[in-house]
């Protein structure tokens, strides 16, 4: 793609090339635990709005907006059985989005009326949502996350950045011996820059290894279009670790945009423990309350205005820390940063190679050609060698 139209890769609302492609996959919008059963939300996603709501059985479904009546918010209305009820003039819509009772209205007006549902699904304490055209395919399933192990769902974060911002920084390890310097530091991790970085598209994305000063190999993944693998040691957890022992950490990453200039970010750690003693404190330890006080995103909105400093913070535990020193490298770089003034040398190998593969596939979209048919990762092809 040119200069030119190169921010086709960024920009998602409706009918744009990117916005296509990502909504011809399955897309996570929500944490479950977030939709208790008899409630409903707004979601925007994509630059564009939905409704989320979990009905009294407990299933969770997305539709429409608005109320086909008069064009009221849904979400303001009430859930009855696993219908919603506009809050306006009470127009009542299935799952399926078909109209189902108009107080006052015609017995056989209420037929003629049907508002979009999206097929929907929950699956590792998230839920996924298919926001494209035509029938939606299986919703993958991904054998390290079904293997065993206990399933933390990772905070629901929006940052002030496109989605891309992001992206690029799933499969680059070289940023972690600078921008994770100070939390790295704090758990006695010693992280160099690799000594060779070798990315290379497969069946699933796009694998990148890198050599240890062990002299093993490392392997992690770029799902496309937007996930990403990486295996870590159990203290990458921070203060979790010190009760446990032994173990590693497989974490799934989601990114979704909100807006170009707004994305959602949703994860899923996978802790693989060692003794019964240790599964039972963690599963104690993941019942406890959230961390209270600033969170990570006013804690990097005041390293970016000046007024803090990431080696002085105190009090955050090593996950926490992390994701201020991600927050401020990326949404440092812009909410859209300008791609255009990158230059990219040898150690941007999957950065390069992504945006390949990404026009790639928008270019096939746009000339009404097919794109890959990508397959999902299995627990052999993430082994250390």
């Known amino acids: 793609m040119s200069a030119e139209n190169s921010l086709d890769l960024y920009r998602t609302e409706p009918g744009t090339l990117a916005g296509r492609y990502l909504r011809s996959f399955w897309q996570p919008v929500y944490r479950a635990k977030d939709l208790p059963a008899g409630e409903a ?164 994305g796009i694998k990148l290894t890198r050599n240890l000063p062990s002299g093993k190999s490392e392997a992690r993944y770029i799902l496309m279009p937007n996930m990403n693998h990486l295996r870590h040691p159990l203290k990458i957890k921070g203060l979790i670790a010190k009760q446990l022992g032994e173990g590693s950490v497989d974490r799934f990453l989601w990114r979704v945009p909100i807006e170009n200039d707004r994305c959602l970010g949703l994860g899923v750690d996978v802790v693989h423990l060692e003794g019964e003693d240790g599964k039972k404190k963690f599963i104690e330890r993941f019942k406890e309350t959230e961390q209270a006080g600033p969170s990570h995103v006013e804690l990097g909105e005041r390293v970016l205005h000046g007024k803090a400093r990431i080696k002085n913070m105190v009090g955050a535990d090593n996950y926490e820390l992390t994701r201020i020193e991600d927050y401020v490298a990326q949404v440092g770089q812009g909410a859209m940063a300008d791609q255009n003034n990158f230059h990219l040398g040898r150690n941007d190998v999957v950065v390069i190679l992504f945006r390949k593969i990404w026009e790639r596939e928008l270019r096939a979209l746009s000339e009404a050609r097919p794109t890959k048919q990508w397959k999902t990762l299995s627990r052999t092809d993430f082994e250390t060698t």
């Open 41 to 204: 939300v707004p979601l925007r996603i994509l630059s564009e709005d939905f409704t989320v709501y979990r009905g009294e059985s407990g299933k969770a479904h997305v539709v429409a907006f608005r109320c086909a009546h008069r064009g009221t918010q849904l979400s303001a209305g009430w859930v009855e059985d696993d219908c919603i009820r506009c809050f306006y003039h009470g127009w009542k819509y299935d799952p399926s989005g078909q109209c189902v009772e108009q107080p006052g209205e015609d017995a056989a007006f209420k037929s003629k009326i049907k508002i979009r549902s999206y097929p929907t699904e929950e699956y590792l304490g998230l839920i996924f949502a298919f926001l494209g055209d035509g029938a939606a395919p299986p919703l993958p399933r991904y054998s390290d996350l079904d293997a065993g192990g206990i399933v933390d769902v990772l905070l629901s974060e929006e940052w002030p950045c496109n989605y891309f911002n992001r992206l690029d920084n799933l499969g680059d390890p070289v940023h972690v011996p600078f921008t994770h310097r100070e939390s790295r530091r704090r758990i006695g991790v010693d992280v160099v820059v690799p000594d060779q970085l070798v990315a290379e598209e497969n069946d699933v």
